[in-house]
T-cell receptor, first 114, second 113 residues
Framework: EAGVTQFPSHSVIEKGQTVTLRCDPI?????LYWYRRVMGKEIKFLLH????????ESGMPNNRFLAERTGGTYSTLKVQPAELEDSGVYFC????????????FGSGTRLTVV | AQSVTQLGSHVSVSEGALVLLRCNYS??????LFWYVQYPNQGLQLLLK??????LVKGINGFEAEFKKSETSFHLTKPSAHMSDAAEYFC???????????FGKGNQVVVIP
């Protein structure tokens, strides 16, 4: 089966610009998560979708971040306007309903804001 | 909330020597524990996991981990390091009630020839 796909793999944008990251989960996985790792820090939870609904978005840093999952398939994470501290690697993961099976992560998007 | 602690951000090991990465967790309920590995320029890959059952868990690439409730630990080991084991390793626990993964800070493993 295809894994979790994220694109772009890298993005370099200027402060104040907008960037949209995309994640395609494994087909049939209801749960979709976004995580972020800022350089030198831990991987931190951002939000969790169950199908198209936001189950938990308590990890979103501020209202410059907007995540969507229309139709319960792929998800997008938009940062508008981007700030320097938004730089990092953004990971997407998906899992079946039973989390005992674990999460499958994508390769991540490395975002650099200059 | 559940959390994990990984000490020592960088770990150097000689090729052929034992790899030991320590992970301690805090949890008020039986935890689900994971080890992930990130090879250079790749995503996070599941090495192994503990949910229920046997406390010694075997994973990919010769790694294994043992869940020890009395020590609140889930240390990762591999008897003999290979150059291809150079990567960053993360211990993680599922947080009860919300299914989030809480990660440790990671261990960057360097294998010395």
């Amino acid at each position: 089966e295809a894994g979790v796909t994220q694109f772009p793999s890298h993005s370099v944008i200027e402060k104040g610009q907008t960037v949209t990251l995309r994640c395609d989960p494994i087909s049939g996985h209801d749960n979709l998560y976004w995580y972020r790792r800022v350089m030198g820090k831990e991987i931190k939870f951002l939000l969790h979708f169950v199908k198209e609904s936001k189950q938990d978005e308590s990890g979103m840093p501020n209202n410059r971040f907007l995540a969507e999952r229309t139709g319960g398939t792929y998800s997008t994470l938009k940062v508008q306007p981007a700030e320097l501290e938004d730089s990092g690697v953004y990971f997407c993961a998906s899992s079946p309903v039973d989390v005992n099976y674990g999460y499958t992560f994508g390769s991540g998007t490395r975002l650099t804001v200059v | 909330a559940q959390s994990v602690t990984q000490l020592g951000s960088h770990v150097s090991v000689s090729e052929g020597a034992l790899v030991l990465l320590r992970c301690n967790y805090s949890s008020s309920v039986p935890p689900y524990l994971f080890w992930y590995v990130q090879y250079p320029n790749q995503g996070l890959q599941l090495l192994l996991k503990y949910t229920t059952g046997a406390t010694l868990v075997k994973g990919i690439n010769g790694f294994e981990a043992e869940f020890k409730k009395s020590e609140t630990s889930f240390h990762l080991t591999k008897p003999s390091a290979h150059m291809s084991d150079a990567a960053e390793y993360f211990c993680a626990v599922i947080q009860y009630g919300n299914n989030r993964l809480a990660f440790g800070k990671g261990n960057q493993v360097v294998v010395i020839p």
